[in-house]
């Protein structure tokens, strides 16, 4: 098992920008690429962004490419998402998550591990 902690979220204007890390520690060995899912109130968990441990492959949805930016410090067993103009929609929970196969999935039950959620509000 892979634990995961994120933090960095918070409250920002439309425009802003805040940085999401993901600690990660146990077998981290095991996993080959981490993601960044959110979920609003009332809709379903999507995936924003994934990168791979090793070759550092990145994947974004089109709806956050241009604006995010995920990366990972291996020596820290740690990912982050660089957030930059934050729009209101973009309020949600997001939750680091480890899978062991490729990254891109967007099936949430595809994943292995999560934590327990970071909350981004984004107001208007």
């Known amino acids: 098992q892979v634990q995961l902690v994120e933090s960095g979220g918070g409250l920002v204007q439309a425009g802003g920008s805040l940085r999401l890390s993901c600690a990660a520690s146990?077998?981290?060995?095991?996993?080959?690429?981490m993601a960044w899912f959110r979920q609003a109130p009332g809709k379903e968990r999507e995936l924003v962004a994934g990168?791979?441990?090793?070759?550092?492959?990145?994947y974004y949805a089109d709806s956050v490419k241009g604006r995010f930016t995920i990366s990972r410090d291996n020596a820290k067993n740690t990912i982050y998402l660089q957030m930059n103009s934050l729009r209101p929609e973009d309020t949600a929970v997001y939750y680091c998550?480890?899978?062991?196969?490729?990254?891109?999935?967007?099936?949430?039950?595809?994943?292995?591990?999560w934590g327990q959620g970071t909350q981004v509000t984004v107001s208007s």
């Open positions: 146990g077998r981290t060995f095991s996993r080959d690429a």
């Open positions: 990168v791979s441990w090793g070759g550092g492959n990145t």
């Open positions: 998550a480890a899978t062991t196969t490729i990254i891109g999935i967007v099936i949430p039950s595809r994943y292995d591990d």
